[in-house]
């Protein structure tokens, strides 16, 4: 079955200082990776996924992530932390290929 | 254009009674999914309806649970005898195909059941 793990249900930064959120996935097979995000008393909204064409994918808003299968990691990065980027953000897997399996979620602080 | 719509926004009810929650989709989108949020078991698939096909139910948590898709289109999660532990937020997401790596979920603002 494939699932992800989320390392750390809190992560918090300063603005303009770089993010990382940490993703590990289990899988016997390719993985079908997404990163979503949800803000407060927002809906969720996909930032990006990854379709094996690339291991770098770049998403919305400056975020990116790198697969990388010896790792069996899914990270995901953005260079400079902005205060509008504080919310929660979900790594996910999708066995099947059709209903999305999440993560526990990682929630984003930024101060200023 | 609108996006998922989804109806009550918040629903408090007593133990025992049965709710309906209703998800408009967007216009076109074939696939439609039910998930829920709830702070013990995070974010969780229900169900997922495409097309003419059989619903895929397998994340239905017991018989308590059904849901419905109506013409293709607007659905609804029907919860029986609710019980303390269905407090959680109902998400419904649609799609324009069922493939997720293809077609992008776009998720409503959910539904917030409190059982009492």
């Known amino acids: 079955a494939q699932s992800v793990t989320q390392l750390d249900s809190h992560v918090s930064v300063s603005e303009g200082t770089p993010v990382l959120l940490r993703c590990n996935y289990s899988?016997?097979?390719?993985?079908?990776l997404f990163w979503y995000v949800q803000h407060p008393n927002k809906g969720l909204q996909l930032l990006l996924k990854?379709?094996?064409?690339?291991?770098l994918v770049k998403g919305i808003n400056g975020f990116e992530a790198e697969f990388k299968k010896s790792e069996t990691s899914f990270h995901l990065t953005k260079p400079s932390a902005h205060m509008s980027d504080a919310a929660e953000y979900f790594c996910?897997?999708?066995?099947?290929?059709?209903?999305?399996?999440f993560g526990t979620g990682t929630r984003l602080l930024v101060s200023p | 254009g609108a996006g998922v719509s989804q109806s009550p926004s918040n629903k408090v009810t007593e133990k025992g009674k049965d709710v309906e929650l209703r998800c408009d989709p967007i216009?076109?989108?074939?696939?439609l999914y039910w998930y829920r949020q709830s702070l013990g078991q995070g974010l969780e698939f229900l169900i997922y309806f495409q097309g003419n096909s059989a619903p895929d139910k397998s994340g239905l948590p017991s018989d308590r649970f059904s849901a419905e898709r109506t013409g293709g289109s607007v659905s609804t999660l029907t919860i029986q005898r609710t019980q303390q532990e269905d407090s959680a937020v109902y998400l419904c997401a649609s799609s324009l195909g069922g493939q997720a790596l293809t077609y992008e979920q776009y998720f409503g603002p959910g539904t917030r059941l409190t059982v009492t």
């Open positions: 216009s076109g989108h074939t696939a």
């Open positions: 996910v897997v999708t066995p099947g290929f059709q209903k999305l399996v």
């Open positions: 899988s016997s097979y390719s993985p079908s």
């Open positions: 990854y379709t094996s064409a690339a291991t």
